[in-house]
């Protein structure tokens, strides 16, 4: 039974790259509360949220504490007619030269994905030379999506629109919205999907399918991530290396390698180092330099007497030091982090807003014209953000300099947008909010607050863009005090409407029409 045990584990026990694989996919998403929350990690400076991580995994997945370096570069490929990217062209640069496709092979959650489907019992489809024909269309889509539909918006239009994440990104709809869709916190979301997330889901569905029966489909036919890492397959320090004093050209890795490639180390080639378990003349081994990450049996021509156990060393060191960062990524993403610590928090109380006031003047003077009594716009309704609750009371400075306080709005219907100028939903819907506010302007106050988070300047966006929406716009503050009252997620557009006793009657993430905004304003207004 014992020895039954034995060959099970020794046949099924996961390989070293496969514990790479799943180190990086766990330490690219450390934030495990925002799978429990259905929350995007956002964090203030010092934050991680801006350094790209090596491989592709969604900014927005609710786990991600890295930046995505293809999302990166479209953004950097957008507006570089108001700023250069040099950080991200830089990065991405330094990946490619370091690791080139290593880092698909070995680093990417995306290609973890993609392997594991190919697990699945089913009939599989073989490399051949229509397969190789395809491996050049990832070529065509980051020339295409990555970077023309980009590089056209950002020029034309200003608008930073990332092509290929906008349309394509599997990884984005799986990591990014189902995850978070998947999360009951996030139910109200669903009103915010249209036919865009439906086309997108379809895309994702039929390449996970060709993922079963065509090994890395996504990897080999349509990632422009590794396509440009690929450029540098000439020039990356760590690869797989053949010895060529060994190498007697019998063509066996190639046969047995499942990407599409026409020779070891080439553009296709992810550098898994499955090759060298199958060259019988064991000229193949992993290297970075001219020293040896992994080696076939019986070691390299140029190794020293000592060489094994020195790379075994260096190996226990290097888990060492992995699994410690990994833990510390782990506790400082779930728990240690101070911007995480403020969700807690609990509306501070307040007193009452007075609306009615009597002058010294007018309570003296016998002969002052009586005046009718202003109408009590006071509540008892407890303070929070649910329907029903007071709004607690905030002051925030306007773009155009002036304050909006809500204490002073008493006696009106009130809207609170939640906006982002990265945010196409939002961008889409404020001209009904604009509208809304010049047809009851003066029996109406409103607020469109901006994330914190800012890609683009949102003044010179309104000025550009914006010039015909007239409502008061705001800036969240980094300590997110009006974010957090209101209730606000990282999930926007989101929509807050109080009646004229300031109580909540409305507060919902989605998107919202004209024709919801007028029925929202009766109801308030009553």
Same mark, same amino acid.
């Not at 956002?42 to 991580?53: A, D, E, M, Q, Y």
């Not at 991200?88 to 080139?100: A, R, S």
């Not at 290097?318 to 779930?334: P, R």
């Given at each position: 039974m014992?020895n039954l045990?034995?060959?099970?584990?020794?046949?099924?026990?996961p390989s070293r790259?496969?514990?790479?694989?799943l180190?990086c996919?766990?330490l690219?998403?450390?934030h495990i509360?925002g799978?429990?929350?259905g929350?995007?990690?956002?964090s203030k400076?010092?934050t991680?949220?801006?350094?790209?991580? $090596?491989?592709?995994n969604c900014?927005s997945?609710p786990?991600a504490?890295?930046a995505?370096p293809l999302g990166?570069l479209?953004?950097?490929?957008?507006?570089?007619?108001?700023?250069?990217g040099?950080?991200?062209?830089g990065?991405?640069?330094l990946?490619?030269l370091i690791l080139g496709r290593t880092?698909?092979?070995?680093?990417? $959650?995306l290609g973890?994905?993609?392997?594991?489907?190919h697990?699945l019992p089913?009939?599989?489809?073989?490399?051949?030379?229509v397969?190789r024909?395809l491996?050049?269309?990832k070529y065509i889509i980051?020339?295409v999506f990555a970077?023309g539909i980009t590089?056209?918006?950002?020029i %034309?239009?200003g608008?930073?629109? $990332?092509g290929?994440c906008k349309?394509i990104?599997?990884?984005?709809t799986?990591?990014g919205?189902i995850m978070?869709l998947s999360?009951?916190?996030?139910?109200?979301?669903?009103?915010?999907?249209n036919?865009?997330?439906t086309?997108?889901?379809?895309?994702?569905?039929?390449i996970g399918?060709?993922c079963?029966?065509?090994?890395?489909?996504?990897?080999?036919?349509l990632?422009?991530?590794?396509?440009?890492?690929?450029?540098?397959?000439?020039?990356?320090?760590v690869?797989?290396?053949v010895d060529t004093?060994r190498?007697?050209g019998?063509?066996?890795?190639?046969r047995n390698c499942?990407?599409?490639?026409r020779?070891?180390?080439?553009?296709?080639c992810?550098?898994?180092?499955?090759?060298m378990?199958v060259?019988?003349?064991?000229?193949i081994s992993l290297?970075?330099?001219?020293?040896?990450?992994?080696?076939?049996?019986?070691?390299?021509?140029?190794?020293?007497p000592?060489?094994?156990?020195k790379?075994k060393?260096?190996?226990k060191? %290097?888990?060492?030091i992995?699994l410690a960062?990994?833990c510390?990524?782990?506790l400082?993403?779930?728990?240690l982090d101070p911007?995480?610590?403020?969700?807690?928090? &609990?509306p %501070?109380?307040q007193?009452?807003?007075?609306?009615?006031? &009597?002058?010294?003047a007018?309570a003296?003077d016998?002969?002052?014209?009586?005046?009718?009594?202003? &109408?009590?716009w006071s509540?008892?309704?407890?303070?929070?953000c649910e329907?029903g609750n007071?709004?607690p009371?905030?002051?925030?400075?306007c773009l155009?300099g002036?304050?909006?306080?809500l204490?002073?709005?008493?006696?009106?219907?009130?809207?609170i947008?939640?906006w982002a100028?990265?945010?196409?939903?939002?961008?889409?819907?404020?001209p009904?909010f604009s509208?809304?506010y010049?047809?009851h &302007?003066g029996?109406i106050?409103?607020l469109a607050?901006?994330?914190?988070i800012v890609a683009d300047?949102?003044a010179?966006?309104l000025?550009?863009?914006g010039?015909?929406w007239?409502?008061?716009?705001?800036?969240e503050t980094d300590d997110e005090?009006?974010?957090?009252?209101?209730?606000?997620?990282t999930a926007m557009?989101?929509?807050?409407?109080l009646?004229?006793?300031?109580?909540v009657?409305?507060n919902?993430?989605?998107?919202?029409?004209?024709?919801?905004?007028?029925?929202?304003y009766e109801?308030?207004?009553?």
């Amino acid at each position: 039974m014992d020895n039954l045990k034995v060959s099970w584990w020794e046949s099924h026990r996961p390989s070293r790259r496969r514990l790479i694989q799943l180190y990086c996919a766990l330490l690219y998403n450390a934030h495990i509360k925002g799978f429990l929350e259905g929350e995007i990690y956002k964090s203030k400076v010092p934050t991680t949220k801006g350094i790209c991580v $090596p491989g592709f995994n969604c900014y927005s997945c609710p786990g991600a504490v890295g930046a995505c370096p293809l999302g990166s570069l479209q953004n950097a490929i957008g507006t570089t007619n108001k700023q250069i990217g040099f950080y991200v062209f830089g990065i991405l640069m330094l990946y490619g030269l370091i690791l080139g496709r290593t880092i698909c092979g070995w680093l990417c $959650p995306l290609g973890l994905i993609q392997e594991l489907l190919h697990k699945l019992p089913t009939p599989k489809i073989r490399k051949s030379r229509v397969t190789r024909a395809l491996s050049y269309l990832k070529y065509i889509i980051l020339a295409v999506f990555a970077i023309g539909i980009t590089a056209w918006y950002g020029i %034309a239009h200003g608008v930073a629109l $990332p092509g290929f994440c906008k349309y394509i990104c599997p990884a984005g709809t799986f990591e990014g919205a189902i995850m978070l869709l998947s999360n009951p916190n996030n139910a109200g979301d669903f009103s915010m999907l249209n036919i865009l997330f439906t086309r997108k889901f379809v895309i994702m569905l039929i390449i996970g399918l060709a993922c079963v029966f065509c090994y890395r489909s996504f990897c080999r036919f349509l990632c422009p991530l590794g396509a440009i890492y690929g450029f540098f397959c000439k020039l990356a320090v760590v690869g797989v290396k053949v010895d060529t004093t060994r190498c007697n050209g019998c063509g066996s890795c190639v046969r047995n390698c499942q990407m599409d490639v026409r020779h070891v180390g080439d553009h296709e080639c992810i550098h898994c180092a499955k090759c060298m378990d199958v060259c019988n003349q064991k000229a193949i081994s992993l290297k970075a330099g001219r020293f040896t990450l992994k080696a076939p049996a019986g070691g390299c021509t140029d190794d020293r007497p000592d060489a094994e156990s020195k790379r075994k060393k260096i190996e226990k060191i %290097a888990w060492g030091i992995a699994l410690a960062v990994l833990c510390f990524a782990l506790l400082w993403y779930n728990v240690l982090d101070p911007n995480i610590k403020k969700k807690t928090k &609990e509306p %501070a109380s307040q007193p009452p807003i007075e609306t009615t006031a &009597e002058t010294p003047a007018a309570a003296n003077d016998e002969s002052a014209v009586e005046q009718p009594a202003a &109408e009590d716009w006071s509540s008892d309704a407890p303070l929070g953000c649910e329907v029903g609750n007071q709004l607690p009371n905030f002051s925030i400075e306007c773009l155009d300099g002036s304050v909006f306080t809500l204490s002073e709005t008493r006696g009106k219907p009130v809207f609170i947008n939640l906006w982002a100028t990265y945010c196409g939903p939002c961008v889409k819907e404020l001209p009904h909010f604009s509208e809304l506010y010049k047809e009851h &302007e003066g029996d109406i106050a409103m607020l469109a607050l901006h994330s914190d988070i800012v890609a683009d300047d949102p003044a010179e966006y309104l000025e550009e863009f914006g010039s015909d929406w007239v409502m008061p716009f705001a800036v969240e503050t980094d300590d997110e005090e009006i974010w957090d009252l209101v209730g606000g997620t990282t999930a926007m557009p989101q929509t807050i409407v109080l009646n004229r006793h300031g109580e909540v009657i409305y507060n919902q993430r989605g998107s919202v029409t004209a024709e919801m905004l007028e029925e929202l304003y009766e109801q308030a207004a009553e």
